[in-house]
């Protein structure tokens, strides 16, 4: 496939066929090929955590455990501002309606019946795999485009080999809980989990609509010739 039509294809999948193991061979082999990201004065920041088996169905237990009981998150970051643009909000209005109202039939605004829907994250929606992104305690705000750079080879490497993928803030935000299941340092910042599989065949394909290129895009010094 070329690797354009990779990065339009990629999309993050929400049902895994729990039947189908994923070799730590593959995960090795889309770690060293995403390891090529760039990072300032390549500091290479990103630490893995690679989670399967009873490990996996160990912290999937305490996550729905905390989620279950409404206990308060404690993410070691902030995902994102208290104060989006328009387009960053329509962006996420996009999203919320696609996932719960258009593929689930609930409104946004009901929350309770968005509650089992959102529960799956912490099930890792049925994948065998899930991957912790953590970066160094004292990391700053450029740390975390580095380890983006990071995050997207890995999700691209997923989809090159034909598995699938899901960044989770969700998983995140419970970092002491995470922490604790897996006596993970409380020297590193967990940026978030990604669950890896093979795509169930009730998976849905796509995602939420993307803003056309000219809404994000500014052109100087083009004139109309060359912009085709």
Same mark, same amino acid.
């Given at each position: 496939?070329?690797?354009?039509?990779?990065? !339009?294809?990629?999309?993050s999948?929400?049902a895994?066929?729990?039947?189908?193991?994923?070799?730590k061979?593959?995960?090795?082999?889309?770690?060293?090929?995403?390891?090529?990201a760039?990072?300032?004065?390549?500091?290479?920041?990103?630490?893995?955590?690679?989670?399967?088996?009873?490990?996996?169905?160990?912290?999937?237990?305490?996550?729905?455990?905390?989620?279950?009981?409404n206990?308060?998150?404690?993410?070691g970051?902030?995902?994102?501002?208290?104060?989006?643009?328009?387009?960053?909000?329509a962006?996420?209005d996009a999203?919320?309606?696609?996932?719960?109202?258009?593929?689930?039939g609930? /409104?946004?605004e009901?929350?309770?019946?968005?509650? /089992?829907?959102?529960?799956? #994250?912490y099930?890792?929606?049925?994948?065998?795999?899930?991957? @912790?992104?953590?970066? /160094? !305690?004292?990391?700053?705000e450029?740390?975390?485009?580095?380890?983006?750079?990071? @995050?997207?080879?890995?999700?691209?490497?997923c989809?090159?080999?034909g598995?699938?993928?899901?960044?989770?803030?969700?998983?995140?935000a419970?970092? !002491?809980?995470?922490?604790?299941?897996?006596?993970?340092? #409380?020297?590193?910042?967990?940026?978030?989990?990604?669950?890896?599989?093979y795509?169930?065949?009730q998976?849905?394909?796509g995602?939420? /609509?993307?803003?056309e290129?000219?809404?994000?895009?500014?052109?100087?010094?083009?004139?109309? !010739?060359?912009?085709e």
């Open positions: 496939m070329n690797f354009l039509k990779i990065i !339009e294809s990629r999309h999948t929400r895994f066929d729990p039947t189908r193991p994923v070799s061979a593959a995960v090795h082999s889309i770690l060293h090929a995403a390891r090529n760039p990072s300032s004065q390549n500091n290479q920041p990103w630490r893995c955590i690679v989670i399967t088996g009873q490990e996996r169905d160990n912290l999937s237990k305490s996550l729905l455990h905390a989620y279950d009981n206990l308060p998150t404690s993410p970051y902030k995902n994102r501002s208290n104060v989006l643009d328009s387009a960053q909000q962006g996420i999203s919320g309606k696609w996932w719960y109202t258009d593929i689930h609930i /409104p946004q009901d929350k309770d019946k968005r509650r /089992p829907i959102y529960r799956k #994250n099930e890792f929606y049925g994948a065998p795999i899930h991957v @912790l992104l953590c970066v /160094p !305690e004292k990391s700053v450029g740390t975390f485009l580095d380890a983006g750079a990071f @995050l997207q080879n890995i999700l691209l490497g989809a090159a080999l598995l699938g993928a899901i960044p989770q803030f969700s998983v995140a419970y970092s !002491e809980v995470v922490k604790a299941t897996l006596n993970i340092s #409380n020297n590193d910042i967990i940026v978030c989990g990604i669950s890896i599989g795509p169930s065949s998976a849905v394909k995602g939420p /609509p993307r803003h290129v000219d809404d994000f895009t500014k052109w100087i010094g083009f004139d109309k !010739e060359n912009t």
